[in-house]
């Protein structure tokens, strides 16, 4: 299992090829590919390769799907026997990114596999209350 650690709004994340995860907010367009270069560590196999802090040639390349808003989180503030209160909410801005692969110095050491659906042509036929589908 091939996994990088990267750094991203202020955050350390452990991401995996195949995988989406919902980060701080990417000033980048919906659908678009974006490329990550602060990697901190890579385990690939066996072998785990550390960055002084940043690993030289190293980049984690993801697609963003979607741009959205954290769930809500409520500040409430009361000072006892003064008649003060302030409830205040707020939610985060978030983008959703899936990752497509992790490469050191322009070789992919994992990519996120393809999900295709074979396509079977099937002929249905429809008798009298029965259906039937057969496949070539």
Do not use: C, W
């Amino acid at each position: 299992m091939t996994y990088a650690i990267i750094e991203t709004g202020g955050k350390q994340l452990r991401v995996e090829p195949g995988r989406f995860y919902d980060i701080e907010l990417l000033h980048v367009d919906a659908a678009a590919t974006y490329i990550m270069d602060k990697v901190l560590l890579i385990h690939n196999e066996d072998a785990v390769i550390v960055g002084q802090p940043l690993i030289e040639g190293a980049i984690v390349e993801g697609t963003v799907l979607e741009h959205r808003r954290g769930r809500k989180v409520i500040v409430y503030k009361m000072q006892p026997k003064k008649k003060t209160r302030k409830k205040r909410g707020h939610r985060q801005e978030i983008t959703r990114f899936l990752v497509n692969n992790i490469q050191l110095n322009g070789e992919v050491l994992a990519a996120a596999e393809e999900q295709t659906k074979p396509v079977l042509s099937e002929e249905v036929t429809f008798e009298e209350d029965v259906v039937t589908v057969a496949a070539e």
